[in-house]
């Protein structure tokens, strides 16, 4: 049978049982606000009675839980029972560094462990993947929106803190639990006076029901693939990383027919009986289908016809040679 520390097993009673509200008297030693593009967290100092206020991010939508990690000070090593660190939830009013009374409710409550930091995980979405291990006890709730704010509180049991106890400061990190996604946002671009039809947006190969909507995908190398009628597919490997959103620009080029030209200087050349322009010699679209091409020298002439495919690049060469031999 599968053990679990006292620790584990007390924290598990206390978090699952029925959330009270109760008058709280705390003094704010700071408030840290979650947010995906801090993930290292916000560090913060607190003494034995102290709380810090947490605020709930203004873009969850990469965070999937908060994580406390206390670093315990020399003072009270041996004598960590003294002392309990506590979380609250709906916090109100909203918290603030000269504000002292409060209504709360207990999430979860324990003296602090004989250690010299200890780590808690609280969940904020209910479809999440954090699990306890040991480097992080989670507490069994989950604290949506409507939980917010929290308080992480450190409080005395009992009275005889020495003078040392009571100076001494807890170190405390309060840091964001990314989801292991990061997003990608497409934006399709088309030539200017070129027709712009809808774009299938691919990832992985499979389609995205709404390319214009912020894509969620695991985090890793993810291959990119949008397509339109008219145009050539474009194919595009994008490292993603947890908590991180790409933008990313696909510009299309049309999949019609080009065709490229090198002929000598002065030579006219036309297709479909149309002229075409010393700008249009490095590259010209065509129709799919049937073309008849001229090129005109002086009093020399040559018509070729050719049928051009879609996605297809022809090169029309024209050369003119000239041999001088000698009679025996």
């Known amino acids: 049978m599968k053990r679990i520390s006292s620790f584990a097993l007390l924290l598990s009673i206390l978090a699952c049982s029925p959330a009270f509200s109760q008058g709280l008297r ?47 000070p020399k003072a009270f090593q041996g004598a960590e029972s003294s002392i309990a660190w506590s979380v609250f939830s709906r916090v109100s009013p909203s918290p603030a560094t000269d504000r002292f009374d409060y209504s709360v409710d207990l999430v979860a409550t324990q003296p602090l462990p004989a250690r010299v930091s200890m780590n808690l995980v609280l969940p904020i979405i209910d479809r999440h993947g954090i699990k306890s291990g040991p480097f992080a006890s989670l507490i069994p709730l989950v604290a949506g929106v409507d939980r917010f704010p929290l308080f992480f509180k450190l409080s005395p049991i009992g009275k005889g803190l020495n003078p040392s106890m009571e100076a001494a400061e807890f170190k405390l990190t309060v840091r964001p639990v990314l989801r292991d996604e990061g997003g990608i946002t497409v934006s399709v671009t088309y030539p200017e006076g070129q027709e712009k039809p809808g774009a299938s947006v691919f990832i992985d190969d499979r389609r995205v029901e709404d390319p214009h909507a912020l894509i969620m995908v695991k985090k890793g190398a993810r291959v990119v693939r949008v397509s339109a009628e008219g145009y050539r597919e474009e194919i595009i490997t994008v490292p993603i990383v947890a908590g991180k959103t790409v933008p990313l620009t696909v510009a299309m080029v049309p999949n019609a027919p080009l065709i490229e030209f090198q002929a000598p200087s002065g030579a006219f050349i036309s297709i479909d009986g149309v002229a075409v322009g010393a700008a249009e010699l490095s590259g010209l679209a065509l129709e799919p289908g049937e073309h008849t091409l001229v090129f005109k020298i002086g009093d020399y002439s040559m018509t070729r016809k050719f049928t051009a495919l879609r996605g297809k690049v022809y090169r029309a060469i024209l050369s003119v040679e000239l041999d001088i031999v000698t009679s025996p």
Do not use: C, K, W
């Open 26 to 72: 705390a003094n704010v030693a700071a408030i840290v606000a979650l947010s995906a593009d801090t993930g290292e967290g916000s560090t913060v100092s607190l003494r034995y009675n102290d709380a810090v206020g947490i605020l709930y991010p203004a873009d969850p939508t990469f965070i999937q839980g908060v994580e406390f990690e206390l670093r315990i």
